[in-house]
């Protein structure tokens, strides 16, 4: 299994930016499908995740309102599209997947890093003021 993170790069404060993770050897349509990402200096820490069937999705207080996570199953991607960027926003992003297919969790489980199986690499996402 590998995730491919891909999108990241610099960006201005107050612009958006899409990020990808493909997987291959992995069925995103049928797992439950996150983001992390690792500040400079700070733990890894959860942005947004979404339910197998992309009924449900769950982020982070930091970024609720300004960020979109999605599915797209034609080409085995999860996305995630932050809009109204910040500079606190810098961080390398993870894309990670629950290795199980069409489990459900209770919510609060979304936000933790014990149900994802797989990590990719990361995307470094800069955000300038």
């Known amino acids: 299994v590998q995730l491919v993170e891909s999108g990241g790069g610099l960006a201005q404060e107050g612009g958006s930016l899409k990020l990808s993770c493909t997987a291959s050897g992995h069925s995103v349509s049928e797992s439950v499908m996150g983001w992390f990402r690792r500040a400079p200096g700070k733990e890894r820490e959860f942005v947004a995740a979404?339910?197998?069937?992309?009924?449900?999705?769950f982020y982070a207080d930091s970024v609720k309102g300004r960020s979109t996570i999605s599915k797209d199953d034609a080409k085995n991607t999860v996305n995630l599209e932050m809009n109204t960027l910040k500079p606190e926003d810098t961080a390398v992003y993870f894309c990670?997947?629950?290795?199980?297919?069409?489990?459900?969790?209770?919510?609060?489980?979304?936000?933790?890093?014990?149900?994802?199986?797989?990590w990719g690499q990361g995307t470094l996402v800069t955000v300038s003021s």
């Open positions: 979404i339910s197998w069937s992309g009924g449900s999705t």
């Open positions: 990670a997947a629950d290795r199980a297919y069409r489990r459900r969790y209770i919510d609060g489980a979304y936000y933790r890093s014990f149900i994802y199986d797989y």
